[in-house]
């Protein structure tokens, strides 16, 4: 039989960053995955260059039923010390949105960067190696307080004196994603907060979406907002169009907010005053409407947003100084505050993450081990989810520095 200090289930962002760590403290550690290539999700992430963290990640980026755990963790561990780790393995980087940092040459230098951590901590890793059962041991074995666990491998039973899970989500099933990270804690009557797919793009009804259908691959920056009164949530940024309904960051963004059966709220030029420009263009210009709106928004769009004001009662197809200033009205608030409900979403497939999961009021939010002593959940599988722009690695990265300091704290005690 193998014996291990930690065995750590899953060798992505999480599982990775903290086998590293909890290797470097000096406990002994094994990483094994099912999947036989490592880090698939942080290979394609970033379009291919890693989103690795968002300089501005804090608490507020984060979404869970129980928003304040996340805290201690980011607190403990910030996009400041990743980055110095990023710089002393000489990964060239840059800045290229709102705070969000990528590799200047290729995902893979982040994914070397935390197997040379692992190898620096004398990391034991399995892969490909799948988990057919945990067992908790009553007594230890071990001869000291701590808990003591017997794995089921494909190479064989392991006992360990803790088990982390960082299996990650539901999402891109095609990559490996199981259900593996919530059937471990509900085995230990641990709750789980129903998952999610987040980071996702919204579908609407086929008929009610055809004319947009056709403005599939056009993009635009808006506003997008979704709930009410201290709930409303929005986002400054780009929208695409897809056959089946919307995606982009905006979109991808509000997502993870969005609540099925309500509606989402489009301004389609967050930066202009509608209202004031067709009325200055109605006392001076002899353009079609869809020629003037055309300046604020993509001539494809303009055209296509004109053609429904039949539908609504409005002539929009003549030109701006023929249009009465209600039907001018009407289609600055519209355009605006156009408001439409999605039917759903794409799905895991298309999902970036998975919200929801470890219910974290299960946790301790200092060192992530559960009230199942010994048993600790990290990264994409605890109900802590980031937003778009590399939030979420950061959370990788910070609950899986807190549970290799609480690991070390806990089995190296004298």
Known sequence: MHSFDVVIVGAGAAGLFCAGVAGQLGLKV??????????EKIRISGGGRCNFTNRDAGPANFISDNPRFCRSAL???????FIALVEKHNIAFHEKHKGQLFCDHSADDIIQMLLAECAAGNVTRWQPCAVSSIRFLASSPRGNSASSYEIDSDRGTVQCGAVVIATGGLSIPKMGATDFGYRVPKQFDLSVVTPRPALVPLTFDETAWAPFAQLSGLSLPVKIETGSKKDRISFLEDLLFTHRGLSGPGVLQISSYWQPGTPIRLNLAPDTNVGELLTRA????RKLIANELATLVPSRLAD????QGAALGHNWARPINEASDKALTALSERLSQWELTPTGTEGYKKAEVTAGGV???NLSSQTMESKQPGLYFIGEVVDVTGWLGGYNFQWAWA????CAQGLAAKLLAP
């Open 75 to 81: 607190s403990r561990y910030t996009p400041r010390d």
């Open 359 to 361: 219910d974290t009021r």
């Open 282 to 285: 109605k006392a001076t210009s």
């Open 30 to 39: 094994l990483l094994l995955d099912h999947s036989e290539k490592v880090a």
């Open 304 to 307: 296509t947003w004109v053609a």
């Open 399 to 402: 609950s899986g520095f807190a």
